[in-house]
């Protein structure tokens, strides 16, 4: 028998009692993993989408929100014909109510702009022209709204008629509905106005480079800011009160699961008084009591965090599923985030022994064998 | 803390010992003197309350006086610096109520009592075998508590009380919660390893038959001993 021996069976002996324990921790650390999953999801999702346009460079006017406000769409010709840039593409994008779905990418780009190149058709055709009023919609996109070539989409007061159903690559892409940029400027009102440009640089430029290109397009487009593909949304103040809002609810899942592992350890402290009183006067070292809590309550934390990440993984499955998200981002299960959870959750359990490990360590067994 | 007597030539040695609770309040010894020597089986006896108890757990060092002197081997024990060590190494336990942990074997039971020590587990496992087959509990080893018959329990219990070789046994009414057939058995145990193994054994009883195997019986009573000589000199009114 060993230590640890020692250690998995005052675990093993109130079965119930951990395994409540263990729902516990593992609740809070599902949360940390579904919902720091999905707001990480953002940033890869869009990410991927800009890869499969061949984006380098956004230049947008994110601020606050996690879409982009507009701006003059003029902007595109004042960075057009800098040194490096290999070719742009204006878009206007926006999350809409689309008929059914209570959420969606609608995204209009430049007619002829190399954001058009990336999508492989499934079926139909792309608009024949910019005038066209006609929408293709990514393959997600068709599936959400139940729509195939032929139907019509209402977007706003228009009705548009659904020409194609595309693969754009990604996942972003396929969840859109895609038109071109006059016909979304028209529909909202945004004549004359984009929300990004796409840039593509030339090939082989170096990382840094492209950050000096990013400087240099941010100070002739004072209304709107360049960077690069990804990192914009990552730096928006919309994706970091999301990302705060996610660890801040998790926090509080997880609190609850410290409190949880701290009233079994405390409970099973109480209940084994004489037992801890027995191994001291077995000449067991109150160190060595104290770090059978500690592993007790550390462990407790380690399953608890593999519950709780296997956990996580079921409900993002469920969510990601779910109309409101579905083809809007891909939750990023990373397995650093995992490893991170399963870290929070040792943690935790250890934090939740110290007291518990402290009043063992106070006990007099000498009262404690009297009974 | 070694085995061997330092200058004294007493195991254990006691000076106005006092031991007093609650502010004062209840004073379980009152002033104690007396001396054990290498080897003695010392029976101590007398009513509930007496303050036995307290000063078996004083000579165990789970409980420290609140006045006199104490010393094993003319070393102080209220100035050890580790008194987990002198229990793990020195003392061996056995108690009325057994006190095995209930969510381990018979045999995991023994071992648990040499985790103090370095060694294997697998050296651990191969002692406890051994003392258990050495108490006659081969055939029950993995066994929980709750399966043993009271008087397994208690020999399990004296098996464990001798895993590390102690010096001195410490027994606090061994028998009192056994038939009475059952604790011949266990007090023949007990006798048995003391003379074998030359351990100095200090036992609380009630029981007149049991007092008398010591060779040397110590009477208490109100925290004082009032009678210490030959067991046999003992009347069944003096240990109630």
């Known amino acids: ?371 | 803390m070694n085995g061997e007597a330092a200058g004294t030539g007493y195991v254990f040695e006691s000076a106005g010992l006092r031991k007093e609770f609650e502010d004062g309040r209840v004073q379980a010894l009152r002033g104690v003197d007396f001396r054990i020597c290498e080897g003695e089986f010392v029976a101590i006896v007398g009513p509930s309350g007496s303050g036995k108890t307290t000063l078996l757990q004083m000579l165990g060092a789970l409980d420290r006086p609140s006045a006199g002197t104490l010393s094993y081997r003319g070393e102080s024990l209220l100035d050890l610096a580790d008194p987990a060590a002198y229990r793990a190494q020195e003392i061996g336990f056995v108690f009325q109520a057994f006190h095995l942990l209930p969510t381990f074997t018979a045999v995991e039971n023994v071992q648990i009592a040499m985790f103090g020590l370095k060694q294997s587990a697998t050296a651990r496992k191969a002692r406890a075998f051994e003392l258990l087959k050495a108490v006659g509990l081969e055939h029950r080893m993995d066994h929980f508590p709750a399966k043993l018959s009271g008087g397994e329990r208690q020999r399990v219990a004296i098996a464990r009380s001798i895993a590390n070789s102690p010096s001195v046994v410490l027994a606090d009414e061994p028998t009192g919660n056994l038939d009475s057939e059952t604790a011949r058995t266990v007090l023949d145990l007990l006798n048995t390893l003391h003379r074998e193994r030359n351990m100095t054994l200090v036992l609380i009883t009630h029981d007149m038959t049991v007092a008398r195997c010591a060779s040397r019986a110590l009477q208490m009573k109100d925290g004082q001993i009032i009678f210490d000589g030959d067991p046999v000199n003992l009347s069944t009114e003096q240990i109630r």
């Open chain 1, 1 to 371: 028998m060993t230590f640890f021996d020692v250690i998995t069976r005052g675990l093993t002996r109130r079965p119930v009692r951990t395994g409540l324990t263990l729902v516990g921790i593992s609740v809070g650390i599902a949360a940390v993993v579904a919902l720091i999953g999905l707001s990480k999801g953002l940033v890869t999702s869009w990410s991927a989408a800009m890869k499969s346009r061949g984006t380098d460079i956004v230049v947008h006017n994110m601020r606050g929100s996690l879409t982009p406000k507009p701006f003059p769409a003029s902007a595109g010709d004042r960075i057009a014909h800098l040194p490096g840039v290999a070719g742009t593409c204006p878009i206007l994008v926006d999350l809409m109510s689309i008929e059914n779905a209570e959420m969606m990418i609608v995204s209009a780009r430049e007619w002829g702009g190399f954001c058009w190149d990336n999508l492989k058709l499934v079926s139909g055709r792309l608009p024949n022209n910019q005038t066209e009023r006609a929408v293709v919609l990514g393959t997600t996109a068709a599936d959400v709204l139940k729509k195939k070539v032929g139907d019509t989409v209402q977007i706003e007061t228009e009705e548009l008629a659904v020409v194609g159903v595309i693969d754009g690559g990604a996942l972003v892409e396929n969840g859109s509905i895609i038109l071109s940029l006059p016909l979304l400027q028209q529909i909202t009102g945004n004549l004359d106005k984009i929300s990004a440009i796409d840039v593509r640089v030339t090939p082989g430029m170096s990382e840094a480079d492209i950050r000096r290109l990013c400087s240099e397009m941010s100070q002739l487009i004072p209304e709107a800011r360049a960077e690069i593909a990804g990192e914009h949304l990552e730096h928006s103040q919309g994706y970091r009160v999301i990302n705060a809002m996610s660890w801040g609810t998790s926090l509080l899942a997880v609190l609850v699961g410290i409190l949880g592992v701290t009233n079994t350890m405390l409970m099973s402290v109480f209940e084994r008084r004489q037992e801890i009183a027995i191994l001291l006067a077995l000449g067991w070292k109150r160190w060595r009591i104290v770090r059978m809590i500690l592993f007790e309550s550390a462990m407790l934390g380690f399953f608890g965090g593999i519950i709780g990440v296997l956990l996580g993984i079921v409900c993002v499955h469920v969510m990601k599923m779910a109309p409101a998200i579905r083809g809007l981002l891909e939750p990023d299960l990373s397995v650093e985030l995992m490893l991170r959870a399963i870290a929070i959750a040792i943690f935790v359990g250890v934090l939740s022994g110290l007291y518990p490990a402290w009043r063992s360590s106070r006990l007099t067994p000498s009262h404690a064998l009297r009974g």
